[in-house]
């Protein structure tokens, strides 16, 4: 069979969303996201784009932010979690889906972590993987710092324009073939979008995270934003976006790769 991708094309500008729902789709590599000003809250920075991709393979999810500085503080974003699927918004939504907490508080050395999420509308998956209010340890799927095998990507940069790109590329394989300790198997999707996304997103500033055995123990912040998205149609891409010359373009470039490092 011949692998089918799609790419949704969302924009937003000056508040009015268009979306390309009716686009022809045919047969090619990715499915994949491109929004511009997203409606959003900006207090954890100012979203000014997204850019997403999957690979109909299941072997390349890409996700990728650009911000400006948070309107609330004034300070830059240095992190976010986030959850993903294939349509509707993924908020609620307990042991189905994987949960990426990005970590740059140190812009040189990003970290990137993923649990199962918990379905509460709150940051606690990687303390409390059940959602009782009791920190259990969370469902841990994946570190950075502890498998750095499954990373194409990860990236932190500031920008020339006084803006800052975080994001990254991974091979989830490992994540959305992870079995959740709470819940059954049969539901879990992990972290993969196709002719629909949804995504739940929260950027953050002033985080101060801790780590035991590459997992975090610790993520406070100053503030948060969020940028909540369901049901966008998809149209075909033959690459994962951003591409190297996209982001060339936009001067956003890459910043540092996955360095295998412990905290405690």
């Not at 050395?109 to 303390?127: E, V």
């Not at 959305?176 to 950027?203: R, V």
């Amino acid at each position: 069979m011949k692998n089918l991708m799609i790419v949704a094309s969302v924009a937003l500008l000056g508040g009015i969303f268009a979306s390309n729902a009716n686009a022809t789709l045919k047969n090619c590599d990715y499915y994949a996201v491109s929004v511009n000003h997203p409606h959003q809250n900006k207090d954890g920075g100012n979203i000014l784009n997204l850019k997403a991709s999957y690979k109909a393979t299941g072997d390349d999810l890409a996700w990728y932010a650009t911000f400006g500085k948070s309107p609330a503080n004034g300070k830059k974003t240095n992190g976010f979690w986030l959850a993903i699927n294939d349509g509707p918004n993924p908020k609620g939504t307990a042991d189905e889906l994987a949960i990426f907490y990005m970590d740059v508080t140190d812009i040189s050395k990003p970290i990137l972590t993923a649990y199962a999420y918990n379905g509460l509308n709150g940051d606690s998956s990687f303390k409390d993987g059940n959602g009782d209010g009791h920190p259990d340890g969370g469902d841990k799927i994946w570190s950075s710092t502890a498998d750095p095998s499954i990373i194409k990507e990860l990236v932190a940069k500031d920008n020339a324009d006084g803006t800052r790109t975080i994001g990254f590329r991974i091979d989830p394989t490992v994540i959305n073939g992870h079995a959740p300790l709470f819940g059954s198997s049969a539901n879990w999707t992990g972290a993969k979008f196709d002719k629909k996304i949804g995504w739940w997103f929260h950027p953050v500033n002033g985080l101060k995270t801790a780590y035991s055995n590459d997992f975090l123990t610790k993520w406070q912040y100053d503030k948060q934003g969020w940028s909540d998205y369901e049901h966008f149609a998809t149209q075909c891409s033959d690459n994962p976006v951003p591409e190297p010359a996209t982001l060339a373009a936009l001067g956003l470039g890459v910043a540092a790769m996955a360095r295998k490092r412990r905290r405690a």
